[in-house]
């Protein structure tokens, strides 16, 4: 079955400082969504790529999705204490459901 | 105030026993969902419909059913509810089959 693999689990970051997480398809996917989870909360979208070779930004944060449309990538500049969350991909299959990947556990150190 | 509603917000129920977890939208989404939250696992579906009246298995569905009567509801019912079911029960909808989803705020359920 399709898998969509995150990595990695747990982030620790002291604020100011960069963080990057990636998400990995055994398949071709034809979308990619991220959702952020902050803790106690529920996950709420954050984007959509949809093309081959995609960038998105939105403030600091910043979304690919690569060319062979497999892999993604969240990327966030400069982290402040309200990244604090769990980041999920999720991907889609053609005209299957998403698959959500197990979540990067961003904690930011002020 | 729009949006999907999830009830109860937390439960603690005896092994054995029957249970059904509400959920209600009121933004008129086609498709809804049910997902389990575990620790390290992220979200897996359960069950899902992608419109009133049909539903469809997900990744984990044994121990689980569902229903769509109409657009709004999909209540997930656990017929026997065992300990592995203790999760974070999360609904969802969305407009479209793999769209933006919008989730209701959870369900912590505990089996004991």
């Known amino acids: 079955g399709q898998q969509v693999m995150q990595i990695p689990q747990y982030q620790h970051v002291q604020e100011g400082e960069d963080f990057t997480t990636y998400c990995n398809s055994s398949?071709?996917?034809?979308?990619i969504q991220w959702y952020k989870q902050r803790p106690g909360g529920h996950p709420v979208f954050l984007i959509q790529l949809v093309k081959s070779g995609e960038v998105k930004k939105q403030k600091r944060l910043t979304f690919q999705f690569g060319e062979a449309k497999k892999n993604s990538s969240l990327h966030i500049t400069a982290t402040q204490t309200t990244d604090v969350g769990t980041y999920f991909c999720a991907g889609r299959t053609g005209a299957n459901n998403l698959f959500f990947g197990t979540g990067t556990r961003l904690t930011v150190i002020p | 105030i729009a949006g999907i509603t999830q009830a109860p917000t937390s439960q603690i129920l005896a092994a054995g026993r029957r249970m059904t977890l509400r959920c209600t939208q009121d933004?008129?989404?086609?498709?809804m969902y049910w997902y389990r939250q575990d620790l390290g696992l992220g979200l897996r579906l359960i069950h899902y419909s992608n419109t009133a009246g049909t539903t469809g298995k997900g990744e984990v569905p044994d121990g689980y059913s569902v229903s769509r009567a109409n657009t709004d509801d999909f209540p997930l019912t656990l017929a026997s509810a065992v300990p592995s079911q203790t999760s974070v029960y999360f609904c969802?909808?969305?407009?479209?089959?793999?769209?933006?989803?919008?989730f209701g705020q959870g369900t912590r359920l505990t089996v004991v």
């Open positions: 933004m008129r989404h086609n498709a």
């Open positions: 398949t071709t996917l034809s979308n």
């Open positions: 969802a909808s969305s407009a479209g089959r793999g769209e933006q989803a919008f």
